[in-house]
């Protein structure tokens, strides 16, 4: 069990049976009586955020979480399907719970999904992920009228800025995490 003084940012907590993280916190000791304890919550099954805050005294539940390595096979309407590497089972996650992952995801990439009482309830994406550009203006030498950077769209249709000398058919490396360019890869 935590209690409130173990609560921190990224924690994972149950709050009525659902698995909640903290995504804010904030501490304050009024002059007389129990320190308080001002979270932000956010539900990882909804993504509803809350406003809890909590006593010195209170406790919580750790959120039983289990990462499981999946290989991504493909997308079906707004279900992603994926399969189990030890398995070989099948589980469908829905785009909503995806988030931002979506944008990266090609066939056959393992990623680590997470599950909350066997159910899927996310993905974490490696940090970077190689995509072809499959549409961008074409660049011209000496041209310097024109911005540091250009839209492209890559393979899974998830459109981002790169530099002016990315061409079509390119095969460009991204961070996951902020969807931004990272490098050309060579080769």
Known sequence: MYTASDLRKGLKIVIDNEPYIVIAFDFTKPGKGQ?????????????MVIDRTYREGDTFEPASLEERTMQFLYKEGDQ??????????????????????????TENLNVEVLLFKERPIGVEMPNFVNLRVIKTEPWVKGDTAKT???????????????????????????????????TRVKG
């Open 148 to 182: 540091d950077f250009k839209p492209a769209t890559v393979e899974t249709g998830y459109v981002l800025r790169v530099p002016p000398f990315i061409e079509e058919g390119e095969l460009i490396t991204i961070d996951t995490r902020t969807g931004e360019y990272s």
């Open 80 to 105: 992603y399907h994926f399969m189990d590497n030890e398995t070989f089972e099948q589980i469908a996650i829905s785009e909503e719970a995806l988030g931002d992952a979506k944008n990266f995801l």
């Open 35 to 47: 320190s308080l304890y001002r979270t932000k919550l956010r539900n990882m099954l909804t993504g």
